[in-house]
């Protein structure tokens, strides 16, 4: 693949790998909003563990579906030869991990750059999301604990 093409395809996968990391993110705010306003009048310890459980499962399907597109860019392109190898490079370059005993040919080795790329900024989304997400949980329950400490 030519440099032209390796920058426009890694840089489309990006695109749609970050669109669909915010998408799956927006849905995980709904789903904590709908779930915390459940528990608002009685939230308790097992209420923010599950409110944080599901953070993390959102946060990690989305991830992980981004290793698996990249893995079908790797294979689709014919850059590696099976699944196993697709997924485990994938893995390893989108947490910039970086082995090195799986490398590309240098007709895509921008375009497997960008996965590392991806995986930096979907890190760093998730981790903004998470910290504001866990922060407005337990504030919600500082919240609880100091109306429940007034009407005591």
Not at 16 to 31: Q, V, Y
Not at 64 to 71: D, E, G, M
Not at 113 to 126: C, D
Request: glycine share 8%.
């Amino acid at each position: 693949m030519a440099l032209h093409q390796q920058l426009l395809w890694g840089s489309l996968v990006l695109i749609l790998c970050l669109i669909l990391e915010t998408a799956i993110l927006l849905l995980c705010a709904k789903a904590l909003a709908r779930f915390s306003s459940r528990f608002n009048d009685s939230l308790k310890p097992r209420h923010t563990a599950f409110l944080i459980f599901i953070s993390l499962s959102f946060v990690l399907f989305a991830h992980t579906l981004q290793v698996w597109i990249w893995s079908s860019g790797f294979v689709l392109s014919g850059a590696l030869p099976d699944w196993n190898t697709a997924v485990y490079f994938s893995l390893v370059t989108y947490t910039t991990l970086g082995y090195g005993d799986v490398v590309l040919g240098p007709g895509l080795r921008i375009f497997a750059a960008f996965s590392a790329v991806t995986g930096l900024l979907g890190f760093g989304i998730s981790t903004a999301f998470l910290v504001g997400a866990i922060g407005k949980v337990f504030a919600v329950d500082q919240t609880v604990d100091q109306t429940v400490d007034r009407d005591s």
